[in-house]
């Protein structure tokens, strides 16, 4: 994998079907909200999210479902664990760095969430390069975005932000804005989290978070509430327009 790649784990859009199925007001939406769901955990094997969303009653448990993805679960991890063994034992810190960022993924995307942030918290403590750190702090905000971890994701920015001060990349820079400013959002700091997506709407990659068609609406949703009407036409909606095509091809 590369250093470059960031993995959209744990699926971001899940909790949102969640509180979807958990809100009788939104009954109408509640069908694509539970194929949706159930479409993502199977994909990434969730059985330990899986779990805890039955618990809440947002899906009925399929027990042979939930047997299958722990089978899935054991048995990747399993090898993940014989992997870092080996790369302990015989090879060197690079090595044994991508062994365990590979099992900390791993946990991230089938959503343990206390072994998930043990895991990439390791692994950050052993990766030493300084773009790889970055995207496990990310990985980590991510986690407490999934999971409403305020803590988790205060913490996380502040150390992805000093990592980014060393010498982060451009794109790595950008993203974090993106990071930064649905953060201030979720805590109702509309004019911060406004102006930070705003910047960033020219520059956005970080689809391992939203997607580029949500992320644009929800910049025009929170800078309507602080920018006058004619300002929002020309640094928003304008920009949408002529981009839209292009980004999409």
Not at 149 to 169: Q, S, Y
């Amino acid at each position: 994998m590369s250093d470059d790649t960031i993995l959209p784990i744990p699926s971001q859009s899940l909790p949102q079907h969640v509180f979807i199925l958990l809100s009788p007001s939104l009954k109408h939406l509640h069908d694509n909200a539970r194929n949706s769901l159930l479409d993502g955990i199977k994909t990434d094997k969730m059985a330990p999210y899986y779990r805890l969303i039955t618990s809440s009653n947002a899906l009925m448990s399929d027990p042979a479902l939930l047997d299958e993805m722990e089978k899935a679960n054991e048995e990747e991890l399993k090898k993940l664990d014989e992997r870092l063994a080996e790369a302990e034992k015989t090879e060197g810190e690079s090595e044994i760095s991508d062994a365990l960022k590979a099992r900390a993924d791993h946990l991230t995307r089938i959503g343990v969430r206390e072994r998930a942030i043990a895991a990439q918290k390791l692994a950050l403590e052993k990766t030493p390069g300084l773009g790889s750190r970055i995207d496990i702090a990310l990985t980590l905000i991510r986690i407490g975005l999934f999971f409403g971890d305020n803590v988790l994701i205060t913490e996380n920015l502040e150390k992805a932000e000093k990592f980014i001060e060393e010498g982060g990349d451009w794109d790595r820079r950008n993203r974090l804005k993106v990071y930064r400013g649905l953060h201030a959002v979720s805590i109702r700091q509309f004019k911060t989290g406004g102006e930070l997506l705003l910047d960033a709407l020219s520059t956005f990659t970080a689809t391992e978070l939203i997607s580029y068609t949500d992320f644009v609406a929800l910049t025009i949703i929170v800078n309507s509430l602080t920018l006058k009407r004619p300002d929002l036409k020309k640094k928003v909606i304008v920009f949408y327009h002529a981009s839209y095509t292009s980004w999409e091809g």
